[in-house]
């Protein structure tokens, strides 16, 4: 009986945990954006016109300043960078998209390159 009892309260908790960490990623990917890989710098945003305003702010950039680094593109989305973000980026965004995917809208980036 007390073997049942200790069996039923263990399927409780590892059942509470599963469910937190099912919340904690719904919460995380329901943000502004997130990465979907650690160097694909491809972001994911609840709307098209969110990933629209990005992508004209970049094209803004690589305008004004002939490149656009991984840390404007994480800046403009909201997200800290780090120093080195900041060495590799994009000199050309011809290949960049916007597609409707299940997570929301992805604002596609093309290959980064060295800016160095």
């Known amino acids: 009986m007390i073997k049942d009892i200790l069996f039923v309260l263990l399927g409780i908790v590892i059942g509470n945990v599963i469910t937190r960490k099912r919340q904690q990623f719904r919460i995380r990917s329901l943000t502004k954006s997130y990465f979907r890989a650690k160097d694909n710098y491809d972001m994911v945003f609840e709307s098209r016109a969110e990933a629209e305003k990005i992508a004209s702010q970049m094209v803004v950039l690589l305008t ?24 590799i980026g994009w000199t050309n965004l011809s290949d960049m998209k916007i597609l409707r995917t299940r997570s929301g809208y992805t604002l596609m980036m093309p290959k980064t390159i060295n800016l160095k």
Request: no cysteine.
């Open 64 to 87: 004004d300043y002939k490149l656009v680094t991984v840390g404007d593109l994480l800046d403009l989305t909201g997200n800290s960078s780090s120093f080195d973000k900041n060495t």
